[in-house]
């Protein structure tokens, strides 16, 4: 996969700034399309999804709840591509493809256009256990697959893909703002309480509750302009989110035109950064 934002304390980074080679390896399934992960290997997945899920519980919104319990995914080993492929196909007709730690946007895009979510196919070690730079299967698995169980947001990411597919390259940082304040970082309420639906929070440690109970950064209501008009770095919390307060809001995206509205937001301009500019290496 190209980018998944989430960065430091848990979070992969998001890979088009990504260094172009990596300390960890993509493992290659066998010939039924297995993963012979290690007894080690399994044990850190055990303790990541530990460490996370009683906050999953407390603060994601209920698609994504709904989505996890569909998967069933094991707790005590890493769940194998082939087996949440089954579930997907069966809700949405998606499935999971192992991909190495690095790919370009535009495979990333013709990949959701596909039905396909790339994922990459390692999992960190345990010396990178709060912080490692590329997005592993943890991240991939336990926080991008449960959305695509449901319809709505599997059809809304494969719009996503096709408008990446239709859009020049230089106008690819603009659209997948659309995807980073929505599948990565979407917040929603729920009777009246904020929840996330973003897969970069469901993996996140510490981004998960700063998003939705420190009261720390800014909420915006979600819309389409501002979204794309908003900088966003990825080392740190994010300090603005968006809303979708109406899921309908965010589905019906699916059906604009979004070069169309890339095309406005440049006219436009971005906002300017809530954020300090990214430190110059020493």
């Given at each position: 996969?190209?980018?998944?934002?989430?960065?430091?304390?848990n979070f992969?980074?998001?890979?088009?700034?990504?260094?172009?080679?990596?300390?960890?390896?993509?493992?290659?399934?066998?010939?039924?399309?297995?993963?012979?992960?290690?007894?080690?290997?399994?044990?850190?997945?055990?303790?990541?999804?530990?460490?996370?899920?009683?906050?999953?519980?407390?603060?994601?919104?209920?698609?994504?709840?709904?989505?996890?319990?569909?998967?069933?995914?094991?707790?005590s080993?890493?769940?194998?591509?082939?087996?949440?492929?089954?579930?997907?196909?069966?809700?949405?007709?998606?499935?999971?493809?192992?991909v190495?730690?690095?790919?370009?946007?535009?495979?990333?895009?013709?990949?959701?256009?596909?039905?396909?979510?790339?994922?990459?196919?390692?999992?960190?070690?345990?010396?990178?256990?709060?912080?490692?730079?590329?997005?592993?299967?943890?991240?991939?698995?336990?926080?991008?697959?449960?959305?695509?169980?449901?319809?709505?947001?599997?059809?809304?990411?494969?719009?996503?893909?096709?408008?990446?597919?239709?859009?020049?390259?230089?106008?690819?940082?603009?659209?997948?703002?659309?995807?980073?304040?929505?599948?990565?970082?979407?917040?929603?309420?729920?009777?009246?309480?904020?929840?996330?639906?973003?897969s970069?929070?469901?993996?996140?440690?510490?981004?998960?509750?700063?998003?939705?109970?420190?009261?720390?950064?800014?909420?915006?209501?979600?819309?389409?302009?501002?979204?794309?008009?908003?900088?966003?770095?990825?080392?740190?919390?994010?300090?603005?989110?968006?809303?979708?307060?109406?899921?309908?809001?965010?589905?019906?995206?699916?059906?604009?035109?979004?070069?169309?509205?890339?095309?406005?937001?440049?006219?436009?301009?971005?906002?300017?950064?809530?954020?300090?500019?990214?430190?110059?290496?020493?």
């Open positions: 996969m190209i980018f998944c934002p989430c960065f430091a304390r992969p980074k998001e890979r088009k700034v990504m260094p172009k080679s990596t300390a960890y390896t993509a493992k290659t399934p066998d010939k039924n399309g297995l993963i012979p992960y290690t007894s080690e290997e399994d044990a850190v997945w055990a303790d990541l999804v530990d460490a996370q899920w009683d906050a999953v519980q407390a603060h994601m919104a209920r698609p994504y709840l709904d989505g996890l319990k569909k998967l069933d995914m094991p707790r080993k890493v769940p194998q591509c082939a087996d949440i492929s089954a579930v997907l196909q069966r809700e949405t007709g998606w499935k999971v493809a192992p190495p730690a690095l790919i370009g946007f535009k495979t990333f895009f013709d990949m959701l256009a596909d039905r396909t979510f790339p994922a990459a196919s390692f999992i960190r070690s345990r010396e990178d256990f709060d912080y490692i730079e590329e997005p592993d299967i943890f991240h991939e698995i336990f926080g991008h697959t449960p959305l695509l169980t449901d319809p709505r947001f599997a059809a809304f990411s494969e719009a996503i893909g096709r408008a990446g597919q239709t859009v020049d390259k230089s106008q690819y940082s603009w659209l997948i703002r659309l995807y980073w304040f929505t599948i990565e970082f979407g917040l929603t309420y729920e009777n009246g309480a904020l929840k996330a639906l973003g970069g929070l469901a993996s996140s440690k510490t981004e998960l509750p700063h998003a939705v109970i420190s009261g720390d950064p800014v909420v915006r209501p979600f819309d389409i302009q501002d979204i794309l008009r908003t900088p966003y770095r990825i080392d740190i919390h994010q300090p603005v989110y968006f809303v979708i307060e109406t899921l309908d809001d965010m589905f019906a995206a699916a059906d604009r035109d979004l070069t169309k509205d890339i095309v406005e937001a440049q006219s436009k301009g971005l906002f300017e950064p809530l954020y300090p500019p990214i430190p110059k290496a020493s």
